[in-house]
């Protein structure tokens, strides 16, 4: 299988179809090899137009939600960002294509290794890892251009809007277990932020101190 034909018709049929026309979140979507960040056995499922187990319950978003969410943080290059959900590893790989540095928080072990291991592999050295709550954020590193957090939350952890920088956007589904809408919510003060809805969206659910706790899954 050609790959770099499956990512092309990817971006073409799946993300610029359906809106995205970032030529950052493009360019990203081109080159990051999306197959390496699933089980060999998906590879040849690893651009379609849907998300992917990774395992532990998890899921490698949809190639569309990737490229959406990106897009919604209006970056331009040279940011500083903060990930909620490690994950695959493969949204922060997108990130490192376009901002400065990247740092994602993932509670579950085995996906902050295998996520490591994948992303020193493609050559994103501006990624860092923390195994950590990721609703409580990363607090040293702060304040951030934006955070983009890649599973449900039932509402709005008060750290990550803290953590936002003047100006930064915070990308985040909210709502219930099975369904969320995706917002977009930008600090324009001290203590003043704007809100806006962008889509409805389903994401595995944020567990954590302000999220969602495990027995509640």
């Known amino acids: 299988m050609d790959y770099s034909i ?20 493009l360019e990203a979507m081109l080159r990051v090899p999306r197959h390496l960040f699933v089980e060999e056995a998906l590879w040849s499922q690893a651009y ?41 590893g493969y949204q922060a790989a997108i990130l490192s294509q376009i901002v400065s ?30 195994l950590t709550d990721g609703t409580c954020g990363w607090e040293e590193e702060a304040p951030f251009d934006a955070i983009i957090v890649t599973a449900g939350s039932p509402d709005i952890p008060h750290y990550y809007l803290k953590q936002l920088a003047l100006d ?5 589904p909210v709502g219930s277990r099975g369904s969320q809408v995706l917002k977009r919510v930008v600090r324009i003060g001290e203590d003043k ?25």
């Open 101 to 130: 540095r990247v740092f994602t928080v993932e509670r579950v072990p085995s996906l902050a290794r295998r996520a490591r291991r994948i992303l020193d592999s493609v050559g994103c050295r501006n990624v860092n890892i923390k």
């Open 168 to 172: 930064g956007r915070l990308i985040i």
């Open 6 to 25: 499956a990512r092309r018709l990817m971006v073409e049929q799946q993300v610029v179809r359906r809106g995205v026309r970032d030529p950052l979140v």
């Open 193 to 217: 932020f704007s809100e806006e809805n962008l889509l409805d969206c389903r994401f595995v659910p944020l567990i954590g101190k302000y999220g969602w706790k495990e027995e509640e899954i």
């Open 48 to 88: 379609g137009d849907f998300p992917l187990p990774i395992g532990e319950k998890q899921t490698i978003s949809q190639p569309f939600m990737v490229a959406f969410m990106t897009e919604a943080m209006c970056l331009r290059g040279g940011e500083k960002i903060l990930e909620i959900g490690t994950g695959s």
